[in-house]
């Protein structure tokens, strides 16, 4: 029997308010359309609080390190909602090689309120085109319920409209399995006066 799911998130709404120039406050929901095998469920996801804190970075110093960590809280509509509390923690990596080029790679543990959880990993490669175009490419995936492992691609490229406001496309597909996805972004700073 094969299963399928189309899932469209729009729009992502991912909140991040910096307390110092170390620990950062995040704040994500996000709306969903689902259609488990010809069924369909439109709301709300699941409430994500968590935090960004820098372990690493230095002027001189060519390397960041960053722990990220989300509390899930069951909040989201009925057949969206995981209808649990679950926790999703990254490592996060990256490594400036060049003025143009960097590389950075992603290590986390993602608990979903039953089973084992899922190992997840990412690795990216970034080049800065000019000074507004950036591209890059990453291979990614999981070990979900530390069982099966599932790998993937994606690709995209940043565009930085001002100091302020960044646009992006990504796109990706899947490995060892059927999946694929699209994604058009925009990132907006707000500076503290």
Known sequence: NRTSKRQALLPTNLFRYGITNWIELRLLNQLEMLKPNGKKFEGIRDLEVGTKIQLLKK?????????????IIPTGTKHISIDKYGTSNKLSISHEITENFGIGYNLGYNYFGEGNGDLTYSFAFGIGINEKVGIYIEPYGEMANLDEFISNFDTGFTYLVNENLQLDFSFGAGINQSMNYMSIGCSWLIEKE
């Open 59 to 71: 002027e001189n110093l060519k390397t960041e390190i960053a722990f990220l960590s989300h509390l």
